[in-house]
């Protein structure tokens, strides 16, 4: 499956983003789909993940309260929706899907717990 990012950009502290990601698959539904960001010079790390039907999310402590996942199954897309962010948040974010693994978090935090990635997308964050 082909996944592939758009949304990023630069934007002001307190700012708000919204990434997309499209699957090429219309076999979308079957995926738990995650979000993922890496910052220069630090280990790629889990921001969020929602269940098949979309109805359960798993978000990263860091994230919670600012960032929502979300999905339409019949768009064949994962959105990340980013609000009041921060400098710190400044990474390239990563969609990604897992067609195998029940709903089971912490599972849906792990990299390898994912089959398919797309090439990223760029956030940056300025103070």
């Known amino acids: 499956v082909q996944l592939v990012e758009s949304g990023g950009g630069l934007v002001q502290a307190g700012g708000s983003l919204r990434l997309s990601c499209a699957a090429s698959e219309r076999t979308f539904s079957t995926y738990i789909m995650g979000w993922f960001r890496q910052a220069p010079g630090k280990e790629r790390e889990f921001v969020a993940a929602?269940?098949?039907?979309?109805?359960?999310?798993d978000d990263a402590d860091s994230v919670k309260g600012r960032f929502t996942i979300t999905r339409d199954n019949a768009k064949n897309t994962v959105y990340l929706q980013m609000n009041s962010l921060k400098p710190e948040d400044t990474a390239v974010y990563y969609c990604?899907?897992?067609?195998?693994?029940?709903?089971?978090?912490?599972?849906?935090?792990?990299?390898?717990?994912?089959?398919?990635w797309g090439q990223g997308t760029q956030v940056t964050v300025s103070s």
């Open positions: 929602i269940s098949r039907s979309g109805f359960n999310t």
């Open positions: 990604a899907a897992d067609p195998r693994s029940a709903w089971i978090p912490p599972n849906t935090r792990t990299r390898t717990t994912y089959d398919y």
